[in-house]
């Protein structure tokens, strides 16, 4: 059976999600679905605030697929060639980099695009 929220309830998740709180927050909050809270703040028209500042990352993103991904520097570029020049393996490379095993395969096959297409 589902549990009634009051008007009291919806009016409090209403202010928390114009606070900024998730509203997975706020569903184990009131013990009640993650669906119910977005149900209630859509009819509701509650939105999360903008963010006031921008996010600074110590990486550049780029985004792939709708997804934000950690781009590859042009100092990771060298050092990626240079380990794999060295003879390590793409797991000791990722590991290295900080980095999954796939990326850096990946990124391993676009710079050797990258130099076949330049002619070098």
């Known amino acids: 059976m589902r549990r009634q929220l009051s008007g009291a309830e919806i009016d409090a998740m209403v ?3 114009e606070r900024g ?5 706020i569903a184990r909050e009131f013990g009640v679905s993650f669906g119910a809270v977005y149900f209630r703040c859509l009819q ?5 605030p ?3 500042r ?3 990352r110590r990486y550049p993103v780029v985004m792939r ?3 934000e991904v950690r781009a590859f520097t042009p100092d990771e570029d060298a050092e990626l060639s240079r380990l794999r020049l060295d003879g390590l393996g793409l797991t000791a490379i990722a590991r290295t980099l900080g ?5 850096v395969e ?4 676009t710079l050797a695009r990258r130099d076949e297409r330049s002619g070098a």
């Not at 990946?106 to 096959?109: C, D, G, I, Q, Y």
């Open 54 to 56: 921008v996010q600074t």
């Open 15 to 17: 202010a928390m999600r």
């Open 106 to 109: 990946f990124r391993l096959l």
């Open 99 to 103: 980095r999954p095993r796939k990326s």
């Open 44 to 48: 509701a028209g509650a939105e999360a």
């Open 21 to 25: 709180m998730t509203y997975r927050a």
């Open 65 to 67: 697929h709708g997804r």
């Open 50 to 52: 903008k963010p006031s």
